[in-house]
């Protein structure tokens, strides 16, 4: 006999009779009712993952394309011999190229072997992300 009663299937041993075929119906139907509800949440989690993945990728092209826009608008506002802003367009621009040509599973690698490169500065970027984002929300 298991500790976990939820775990085991209807009693095999037990009182016969009228009741004991119907009890055996009930537990046939709970575990089939049981089993439909998972394979219809399974579906619907899959699909709520498709659409987020694609709401990601949306975003990501469209970061790609405001730093693009960014970097063109710092190139044509700077002096033609200012060399850290035609660097720090490029940059952007180079930024751009990256999130154009990577995947999020690619970033998520990315961004794992940087934090595990740079431990102290992640969790320092990580402090200061949240103290903006509670100075944020609480201006609200």
Do not use: C, H, K
């Amino acid at each position: 006999m298991s500790d976990y009663p939820w775990r085991q299937g209807p009693p095999a041993a037990g009182p016969q009779g009228p009741g004991a075929q119907s009890m055996g119906q009930s537990w046939q139907n709970a575990q089939s009712q049981a089993s439909q509800v998972a394979g219809q949440t399974e579906r619907q989690t899959r699909r709520l993952g498709g659409r987020l993945s694609q709401g990601i990728d949306r975003a990501r092209v469209i970061a790609a394309e405001g730093l693009s826009r960014a970097a063109n608008t710092l190139r044509g506002s700077s002096p033609d011999g200012d060399t850290a802003a035609r660097r720090f367009a490029e940059n952007l621009e180079r930024s751009a190229a990256y999130l154009r040509q990577t995947d999020m599973n690619g970033i998520q690698r990315d961004m794992a072997e940087t934090i595990r490169r740079y431990p102290l500065q992640a969790v320092g970027v990580a402090l200061v992300t949240g103290w903006l984002l509670g100075l944020r929300m609480g201006r609200r």
